[in-house]
């Protein structure tokens, strides 16, 4: 998947960060890598509920593409993979926590106005 690289002239910076982090999924699965470190496909998609199966290896193979993640296939009856952040991917931290603080702050606004209704 060819991606561009934006300016300020063309588009902005938030773009380029979009292109990597967008979609329904890949913000939720760095999450959990932030918080695991280390995460198995079937923890993932336990962990995504409505995500179907095709879904989330489409998502890990873009943040794979991306070398935002790496994925590693153990060997084992049944195949076991694995799945971590790169390096290059753990620059992402700052952006998906404050992603997270924002939604816990907003998910608790939206309880409390619903209280006051």
């Known amino acids: ?4 690289i934006y300016d300020c002239q ?7 960060t979009l292109q990597i982090i967008s979609g329904k ?19 993932l998609q336990r962990d995504l509920g409505h995500c179907s199966r095709r879904m989330l290896a489409l998502q890990l193979k873009e943040l794979e593409q991306d ?3 790496t994925k590693t296939v153990f060997a084992a009856t049944p195949p076991k993979t694995e799945y971590r952040l790169t390096a290059w ?3 992402l931290a700052p952006v998906i926590q404050a992603m ?4 816990e702050n907003y998910n608790q606004r939206q309880k409390h106005m619903n209280r006051v209704e």
Not at 1 to 4: A, E, P, V
Not at 31 to 41: A, G, I, R, S, T
Not at 100 to 103: F, P, S, V, Y
């Open 67 to 69: 070398k935002i993640i």
């Open 89 to 91: 991917g753990q620059t």
């Open 25 to 43: 999924w890949k913000s939720v699965i760095l999450y959990h890598l932030l918080q695991d470190e280390v995460c198995h496909f079937g923890s």
């Open 10 to 16: 063309a588009g902005c910076p938030v773009e380029s």
């Open 1 to 4: 998947m060819k991606r561009q």
């Open 100 to 103: 997270a603080q924002w939604g």
